[in-house]
Structures are given as structure tokens and as C-alpha cells.
């Protein structure tokens, strides 16, 4: 689905839908990737609206709108929302201490020496962790999948009676992960670095016992179907089970594109006993679109307020430690940004100096992405915003979000 008149929304027409011609060439022919789907908004409205691809192996039909994806880490800004939500009522603060919430990390320390093998050692840490470092990742909690440090070597291989601290789709519910969590050493003291991190499954936690509500029904409650995103969830539901596409991975030079979660069997298709705040969710362009477009509207969409204008601008300031830049602050290898020039808010990558991240943009731009590749920003300078949707990890394999900014920004008149 195209729009009819690209010029109205300030576009070349042209320059525009060349991204579609970019993404059969360099993505979709090559095999690169299995499909490609973009939403392009201007001023509210959709401005381009583009699927090709087949959605499972072994079948012609194509993605369309109505396609399902796994979107991992965009979970992330509406776990962030819905924290926000709860600060407006005044149920916790931005520096609440973790702590106060979960007492399981009350006297959780800092990494000190030990591992693989050798008990770790610890020393107190200089500061509480607060919601703040949950918000921003500088909480000193790390993934599993770093593969870097000791303490993240232990999250795939500590165990308790459910299973390794990262088995998202094991026994363990939310209370038992950041129980685990909390057994194990921070890496740095909170607000010292940035990692990407298990921060915002912790900050689902906190919403989930704060609220009283389970974290799931809490943001179908309180989001999804105020703002109509009726196709977003933790499970997809038996009747729209074949709406979800084949999911692939990078397995090396030898084996290539390999399939990861088969739509028709998906572990999407269950429920799961832990709800990841961090990167559980389905969800559709159509869908992601109405999210975006409620924080580029200031938190409101079609008459329904989920967050105030000034919430929105807190959510989306620089709030690294001394407003530096994750080149600075970063020790994570890896993430869903480049690091130059750019800040991190309440949930968001923020753009603090387009120069230096050398991609076209605005300041004050925010954005995010998943590990299967798919991503958003939201420029509100331009009145505009992006969803790009497809099924491939990881996210870094390619730069097609760099190509895709600057593609559509090209297409500015």
C-alpha cells in the first residue's frame, strides 16, 4: 500500500519510492533478508506503506499489513511508557531506589573478581540503583549475550530450581528472574557506564508490583486498547497464528540464513511464564505506527491521552551521566545504536549531535530498535517517523537502518 501523493506529505515522490526498489535489490534478491516492510509518516499521516517478501518457507504469500512481527526491543519504549504512566499518578518516582520496589536488590553488590568456577567477590556499590538506571541502562546489569564479562557468562549459565537466568521461555516468571538477578554481582556501581541490558525486563517487574497488575494485562489495559493497537501482545492468539512470519538468523559464512522460529510453530504462539518488558512483544506496523504517533503528538492519540506533553519531554532528553554520549559512556559490545553523538533518554536513543552520528536527522530525534532487525525513530522536528519491520537476527548484521534514514531523508523536498 502506497500513498497516493508522496509531494503532499513533503516528499519527492521519486526519491521516495526508490526505498522499496533499494530493499528488493540489496536485501530481498541477495536473500539477505526474508522481507521487508516500511511505514513512513508525515504530519499524521502515512506517507509510504510498503511489504515484499513471502512471510513462511515453502509458501507464496507475501507479507502484507497485516502481518505479525517479533518485535524484541521495541518492547522497550512501551515498558518505559507504561513506567511513566505510573510516576504520573504518583506511585514512584524517576529516582525511586530499586530497592524500595524490589527488595530483592537491596544489598546486591558490584562485581570485584571471581568467576567462571571461583566464587565472586563484590564490593558495595557507590549508589542505589534508582529507576533512573533502569530507564537508561547505567544499571549495571548486562545480557547474557555480550559474552564479555564474567557476570554476563553467568547469567546463561547460573541456575536455580527454573532453569538459567536468561530462559525466557523456560519455568521462571517474572519474580524468579529478578530473584536470580539479584544473586548474581552488578558490573558497575549504577550511573558509572551504559550496558544494554536486562534493565527494562527488571522495569516490568517494578510496574507489575507497583500497579498490582500482571505486567502483561497491565499494558493491554492501559495502552494497547486505548490506543487501538489491537494486534500487539505477548502471545499470538490461535485465530491470527497464521498472520506471523518465519524468523531467521545469521548462522556464519557456512551455513548463512537460517530459520530461528517457525511461524507455524512459533513459541509466540504460547503464552510465556516470563513476560519480557525487555522483548517479548508481536506486534504490527499499523499498530507500532500508533504508538509512535502518540509520542510524536505529545502523548495523545485521537482523543486518548496515555502520557503529559511534559512527561514526553523528560522521556526524551539526553539523561547520561554529565549529558555525555554513549561513545563516551558505553562498555556494551553491543546494541541497538551506533554510539556517536548519541544520547539516551527515559527508554530512547536520543540524537544529541547529528554530526558526529554522521547519519541524516534531526536533534532530538528518538528512537529504538529489536534484535530481528526491526526499528522506529521518531523525529519530531520534521514531523516524522519511521517502522520498519522484518525478521532477521542480529541487528547489526547489516546497516540497513543507516541506509533507510538516509534514503528517506533524502527524499525531504
Avoid at 500500500?1 to 526508490?18: E, T
Avoid at 501482545?233 to 522460529?261: H, I, N, Q, S
Avoid at 534531526?362 to 522506529?376: D, I, K, L, N, P
Amino acid at each position: 500500500m502506497l500513498a497516493k501523493a508522496p509531494g503532499k506529505y513533503g516528499f519527492d515522490a521519486a526519491k521516495l519510492n526508490r526505498i522499496d526498489a533499494f530493499l528488493k535489490e540489496r536485501y530481498l534478491d541477495t536473500g539477505k533478508l526474508p522481507h521487508a516492510q516500511i511505514l513512513i509518516s508525515r504530519g499524521g499521516e502515512i506517507a509510504h506503506f510498503s511489504s515484499q517478501g513471502v512471510a513462511r518457507e515453502g509458501s507464496a504469500r507475501q507479507i502484507d499489513e497485516s502481518s505479525m512481527f517479533r518485535i524484541a526491543s521495541m518492547t522497550k519504549p512501551i515498558t518505559s511508557v507504561a513506567f511513566m504512566m505510573l510516576v504520573e499518578e504518583g506511585k514512584v518516582a524517576v529516582d525511586t531506589p530499586v530497592h524500595d520496589i524490589l527488595p530483592e536488590f537491596r544489598d546486591v553488590g558490584v562485581y570485584n573478581g571471581g568467576g567462571a568456577g571461583v566464587p565472586f567477590a563484590t564490593r558495595p556499590a557507590t549508589e542505589p540503583m534508582r529507576m533512573l538506571d533502569l530507564l537508561r541502562h547505567t544499571s549495571g546489569l548486562t545480557y547474557g549475550f555480550q559474552n564479555r564479562s564474567n557476570i554476563d557468562a553467568a547469567y546463561r549459565t547460573s541456575k536455580s530450581d527454573a532453569g538459567p537466568v536468561e530462559n525466557w521461555y523456560g519455568e521462571a516468571d517474572l519474580d524468579t528472574f529478578v530473584a536470580d538477578l539479584a544473586r548474581l554481582p552488578l558490573e558497575f556501581s549504577p550511573g558509572e557506564a551504559w550496558n544494554y541490558s536486562v534493565s527494562t525486563d527488571v522495569l516490568g517487574a517494578v510496574i507489575q508490583r507497583v500497579s498490582g497488575m500482571p505486567l502483561d494485562r497491565f499494558l493491554a489495559e492501559r495502552i494497547f486498547t486505548p490506543l487501538g493497537m489491537k494486534d500487539t501482545g505477548f502471545t499470538v492468539p490461535a485465530e491470527k497464528a497464521d498472520r506471523l512470519p518465519d524468523c531467521y538468523a545469521w548462522a556464519g559464512p557456512a551455513m548463512g540464513r537460517v530459520m530461528y522460529d517457525r511461524g507455524a510453530e512459533s513459541v509466540w504462539l504460547r503464552k510465556p511464564n516470563l513476560v519480557s518488558g525487555g522483548g517479548g512483544l508481536v506486534s504490527t506496523a499499523l499498530d507500532y505506527h500508533r504508538f509512535c504517533q502518540m509520542l510524536a503528538n505529545g502523548g495523545e492519540l485521537d482523543g486518548t491521552r496515555i502520557l503529559g506533553r511534559k512527561t514526553i519531554e523528560l522521556m526524551t532528553m539526553n539523561h547520561l551521566p554529565g549529558k555525555s554520549d554513549l561513545s563516551t559512556l558505553s562498555r556494551s559490545l553491543f546494541s541497538e545504536t551506533q554510539n556517536g553523538g548519541i544520547g539516551f533518554g527515559l527508554g530512547f536513543a536520543v540524537t544529541q549531535d547529528v554530526a558526529r552520528a554522521m547519519i541524516p536527522g534531526s536533534v532530538g530525534e528518538f528512537y529504538w530498535g529489536g534484535m530481528f532487525t526491526t526499528a522506529f525513530f521518531v523525529d519530531p522536528v520534521e514531523k516524522l517517523h519511521m517502522v520498519f519491520m522484518t525478521q532477521m537476527s542480529p541487528s547489526m548484521l547489516y546497516p540497513i537502518r543507516r541506509e533507510l534514514k538516509t534514503l528517506i531523508y533524502s527524499a525531504l523536498i
